[in-house]
């Protein structure tokens, strides 16, 4: 009789439970998998930017350590970067730093409420994307008033290229698993 109670029980826990809570995480992924991806994108959208900065630059997909350390070494910080104000001029290549964390920033945010659906590994990969040292080297650089005086972008290149890799493993993590 009990065994039968266990079996009862385990069938209500299944269907009242565990069969919506699949097609509860269905859904959310389904809306969260642009944000994912877009997350997992954000280190190629600097080194694409660092690509069109650089005369005749070239780099393999994805770019090498070496390829990234160039890029960044042919960039001066304090020159036009990529990203075009409100008033029609171009912010510098800090600012424009400053703006692709602040977009990391608050996809993170907007994920937060997805993680309780969200493989533990995954979510591991996703708060290295947004503990990176890169964005809080360029976070604390763009914090001090004084104009960065470094003539090329050489002492982010190592944050950058581990940046990169963490990214490089949310899409392979995403690959891999359909999303």
């Known amino acids: 009789m009990t065994s039968l109670a266990y079996i009862g029980?385990?069938?209500f826990h299944w269907l009242i439970v565990v069969i919506p809570r699949k097609e509860d995480r269905r859904h959310i992924l389904g809306a969260a998998g642009p944000l994912l991806r877009q997350s997992a994108g954000g280190a190629q959208a600097i080194v694409s930017a660092l690509e069109n900065a650089v005369q005749n630059a070239k780099t393999a997909d994805p770019p090498s350590a070496d390829e990234i350390?160039?890029?960044c070494a042919s960039v001066n910080p304090q020159s036009q970067g990529p990203l075009v104000l409100a008033n029609g001029t171009?912010?510098?290549w800090m600012?424009?730093?400053a703006y692709e964390v602040a977009q990391r920033d608050r996809l993170h945010q907007k994920l937060i409420p997805a993680y309780p659906y969200l493989d533990a590994e995954l979510i591991e990969l996703l708060w290295k994307v947004s503990e990176a040292?890169?964005?809080k080297q360029v976070?604390?650089?763009n914090s001090i008033t004084i104009p960065v005086a470094n003539p090329d972008l050489g002492w982010?290149?190592?944050s950058l290229v581990a940046y990169a890799d963490t990214c490089r493993n949310v899409n392979t993590y995403l690959d891999q698993h359909g999303k």
Request: aromatic share 20%; charged share 10%; no cysteine.
């Open 9 to 11: 029980a385990w069938l």
């Open 95 to 97: 600012q424009y730093l």
């Open 69 to 71: 350390r160039q890029l």
């Open 90 to 92: 171009y912010a510098t």
């Open 133 to 135: 040292s890169f964005a």
């Open 156 to 158: 982010l290149a190592e």
């Open 139 to 141: 976070t604390q650089i």
